[in-house]
């Protein structure tokens, strides 16, 4: 991802991007900013510094494209924003809104290289190959509410063996 772009502008791509999947396929000054909750010339200086990096193409009262870099870096920061939601509701049982709004500010945040990893992670626990709701997350999810471990034989048993040593 360019590292000179802000959050607020991948925000922007992001938006865009969504708003060329929905309806049309045409994407709207007025769209963005409604979207965003941002006034029409605050959308325009942040298109023109957009369209400056080569990432949007817009005509002054024109529609709003990305191009294929500026989709490239909105496909980067959709698929950080999914991991992330989903790890918060599925992983830590957080409440969709809240996930939402916290995997918004952390998808700028955190690099491919963490991306990845948790993109992997989810996968793991999406392959379900101890079923559809393993032990260790039972567990967990049991943690998360309670504050305290599930009572486990073989959790005992590892920690006997180290107090013997």
Known sequence: MNKRLSSIMEDYLETIAALKKRGDGIVRVRD???LLNVKSPTVN???KTLAGKGLIVHERYGFVNLTA????IAREVQ???D????FLTT????DKATASQDACKMEHAISSKTS?????FIEFVDIGLYGDNPQWLKSFKHYLKIGKPLKCKMREKAVKGVRKR
């Not at 870099?69 to 490239?72: A, F």
């Not at 992983?91 to 957080?94: A, P, S, V, Y």
Request: glycine share 16%; proline share 0%.
């Open 32 to 34: 963005i900013g409604k």
């Open 45 to 47: 200086a942040a298109l």
């Open 69 to 72: 870099k500026g989709e490239e």
């Open 79 to 81: 698929h950080k924003h």
């Open 83 to 86: 991991t992330l939601f989903k």
């Open 91 to 94: 992983i830590l049982g957080i």
């Open 116 to 120: 990845i990893g948790l993109t992997k």
